[in-house]
């Protein structure tokens, strides 16, 4: 009877440890936000990024009481503390979540980020987001705040932009502007529609794009057709339909109400939750050759201009492909 009794013991303990890790586990990657579900086929090797930042932040609650000079040296030895290589993972994670699930990370760095004002926010309530964020309670509202007498925790974009610093400063021959533009979304794309609003606000030109998505950078993404609103200004090239870009893009959460006047008349939109992009971060695809639609922003590859002073859309791509090898540890100089 002895015996059955400690096995019984030693089962319900085990059983309340699996459980305790399936719990935490819904915590730090909940299957469902407010507004994004996590796919069923991501890559499982984001885990690894989820509980860095799960971590980190248990970490910095260690020393939610300290005096406000002495958390910022604690924190700025954590960041050294981990090294470049382990820097140069998880940026590379970073990456594959804004190309695989850019929807859900975009959204779960918002409700764990600077953005997040709960009581004037129409699109989140805490009561929505107070299961889901890894801050605690009395923390998240304050995210971003820094004064002495009343300090909060870095957000999880603050601590992307950490890790985003020790990469770049890194001596590696790589220059540090691809290594930031890299570590984010490059399509490929199809103009399938268009509809070209004039933004006085701007002084400029908001272009709303369907696309078809041919291709990524890093071949991650996997939405086959999005509307990407587009800002350029006036003076840039006109968006020719059927024709093939290269636009580097980002999903953004705006809790800012947009102009009346600004919405597409046509285009089915979502003006809160949508890809976005910049005119000197897109390019017309002309046989092969990238013509940009504003200033281009790589100036340190002028050297690898042809003759017609454009950038080949495959050199672009390799040194993408480099970046991606230097933070996979494959780089070598």
């Known amino acids: 009877m002895k015996k059955i009794l400690l096995i019984m013991t030693i089962f319900i303990l085990l059983s309340g440890i699996i459980c305790g890790e399936e719990l935490d586990m819904n915590r730090i990657l909940p299957k469902k ?24 932040v248990k970490e ?3 020393w939610d009481h300290i005096p406000y000079s002495e958390f910022q040296i604690l924190w700025k030895n954590y960041i050294s503390s981990m090294g470049i290589k382990k820097s140069m993972r998880i940026a590379y994670l970073i ?21 997040l004002n709960i009581e004037n926010n ?44 020790v990469i770049s400063s890194d001596k590696t021959g790589i220059d540090e502007q ?37 291709d990524s950078f890093g071949h991650k993404f996997s939405n086959d057709n999005i509307i990407i609103q587009l800002s350029m200004f006036r003076s840039s090239r006109k968006i020719n339909i059927g024709d093939e870009y290269l636009i580097n893009a980002a999903y953004v959460i705006d809790n800012a109400p947009l102009h009346e006047e600004l919405k597409s008349n046509r285009l089915e939109c979502d003006y809160q939750c949508y890809y976005t992009a910049v005119s000197h971060r897109a390019f017309h695809i002309e046989n092969e050759n990238l013509i940009p639609l504003g200033t281009y922003p790589y100036k340190f590859l002028k050297e690898h201009y042809n003759n017609n002073g454009y950038l080949e859309y495959q050199l672009l791509e390799n040194e993408h492909k480099k970046v991606l090898e230097y933070l996979l540890g494959g780089y070598d100089e």
């Open 60 to 62: 910095m609650e260690r």
């Open 122 to 165: 129409a699109l989140f309530k805490w009561s929505d987001v107070s299961s889901i964020t890894i801050y605690p309670p009395d923390k998240l509202p304050l995210l971003g705040q820094r004064c002495p007498e009343n300090y909060s925790l870095p957000s999880i974009e603050e601590i992307n932009g950490k890790i985003e610093n």
């Open 95 to 115: 990456w594959l979540a804004k190309n695989s699930i850019p929807e859900y990370y975009e959204e779960y760095c918002y409700i764990n980020g600077n953005e």
């Open 178 to 214: 691809l290594i930031l533009g890299a570590i984010s979304l490059w399509l490929k794309v199809k103009i399938i529609d268009t509809e070209l609003i004039l933004d006085d606000h701007f002084q400029g030109n908001r272009y709303y794009l369907k696309v078809k998505v041919l």
């Open 33 to 56: 936000l407010t507004y994004s579900e996590l796919p069923e086929d991501y890559p499982k090797e984001l885990e690894e990024l989820f509980i860095f930042y799960w971590d980190t």
